[in-house]
T-cell receptor, first 115, second 112 residues
Framework: DTGVSQDPRHKITKRGQNVTFRCDPI?????LYWYRQTLGQGPEFLTYFQNEAQLEKSRLLSDRFSAERPKGSFSTLEIQRTEQGDSAMYLC?????????????FGPGTRLLVL | EDQVTQSPEALRLQEGESSSLNCSYTVSGLRGLFWYRQDPGKGPEFLFTLYSAGEEKEKERLKATLTKKESFLHITAPKPEDSATYLCAVQTNTGTASKLTFGTGTRLQVTL
């Protein structure tokens, strides 16, 4: 069990550029979550996949954000036309088990800085 | 709207000085309450899940308890390596997802 992995770990970009992050969940975990965490705050839910289906999106997820999980394994989160307010740690988590009774295991995060 | 409040925001303890962290919550229907530990620049690390009032769980120097309105994380005889931010999160019956709603955390520093 290698845990949840995320790539890249750090990303610096200029305002207006597009960025894409990747998350590899724990093997066989069918649920995958994206969260965003800013300094001094707890993680905030962005979106959630069960297998390849995206089942819920937070209102925090503007039209510039898109997430995919094409084969029900890894997931990507893309931010188009980045803004300085997008600077944050983007966390991925995965889980397995009965809905509402599973534990979410987090990856190390991708820290994004938009200049 | 589901709310999670953690206190204190920051706590400084001397090695061996026991204390408790508080997590109070207001939710429409609690499925589970989770405690995570987060080191600077890293993702949250799972500690405990509590599902019903009266439940308790222990791991090394940590013990988590749950009532109908709050949870406590008790730290007994802490060591410097226990220094971290401790996050509380709830999973509720609202919506279709089992998303977690987090508090802002308690930053714990344990000194020699």
């Amino acid at each position: 069990d290698t845990g949840v992995s995320q790539d890249p770990r750090h990303k610096i970009t200029k305002r207006g550029q597009n960025v894409t992050f990747r998350c590899d969940p724990i093997s066989e975990h069918n649920r995958l979550y994206w969260y965003r965490q800013t300094l001094g705050q707890g993680p905030e839910f962005l979106t959630y996949f069960q297998n390849e289906a995206q089942l819920e999106k937070s209102r925090l997820l503007s039209d510039r954000f898109s997430a995919e999980r094409p084969k029900g394994s890894f997931s990507t989160l893309e931010i188009q036309r980045t803004e300085q307010g997008d600077s944050a740690m983007y966390l991925c988590a995965s889980s397995l088990g009965p809905l509402g009774q599973e534990t979410q295991y987090f990856g190390p995060g991708t820290r994004l800085l938009v200049l | 709207e589901d709310q999670v409040t953690q206190s204190p925001e920051a706590l400084r303890l001397q090695e061996g000085e026991s204390s408790s962290l508080n997590c109070s919550y207001t939710v429409s229907g609690l499925r589970g309450l989770f405690w995570y530990r987060q080191d600077p620049g890293k993702g949250p690390e799972f500690l405990f899940t509590l599902y019903s009032a009266g439940e308790e769980k222990e791991k090394e120097r940590l013990k988590a308890t749950l009532t109908k309105k709050e949870s406590f994380l008790h730290i007994t005889a802490p060591k410097p390596e226990d220094s971290a931010t401790y996050l509380c999160a709830v999973q509720t019956n609202t919506g279709t997802a089992s998303k977690l709603t987090f508090g802002t955390g308690t930053r714990l520093q344990v000194t020699l």
